[in-house]
Nanobody, 124 residues
């Protein structure tokens, strides 16, 4: 069982930055691939970024590539999403998710555990 708690969301102007954090419980955190997803009102939940269990491989959605960076700290059971050059279209509830296994997957259905989400609002 893994419990996930996100933090770091907030209101920021376009062009600004935020750093989201996800704290995970459990002694087997390093055995999980991790992902960040987001869901805007009226839209489906979408993949933003994912990182392998070791942190050696990362994937990004085209919409955030070059602006966002995912990282993890297995010693402290944390995953981060550094978001730069934010745009109004990045406004959404952002979720941290964990899946058993080493491989990063993009579909939300492939993830086993979810956090409660943190709101990111980017004003124009």
């Amino acid at each position: 069982q893994v419990q996930l708690v996100e933090s770091g969301g907030g209101l920021v102007q376009a062009g600004g930055s935020l750093r989201l954090s996800c704290a995970a419980s459990g002694r087997t955190f390093s055995m999980y691939a991790m992902g960040w997803f987001r869901q805007a009102p009226g839209k489906e939940r979408e993949f933003v970024a994912g990182i392998s269990w070791s942190g050696g491989v990362a994937y990004y959605a085209d919409a955030v590539k070059g602006r966002f960076t995912i990282s993890r700290d297995n010693a402290n059971n944390k995953v981060y999403l550094q978001m730069n050059s934010l745009k109004p279209e990045d406004t959404a509830v952002h979720y941290c998710a964990a899946r058993r296994g080493v491989q990063v997957m993009r579909p939300p259905a492939d993830y086993d555990y979810w956090g409660q989400g943190t709101q990111v609002t980017v004003s124009s």
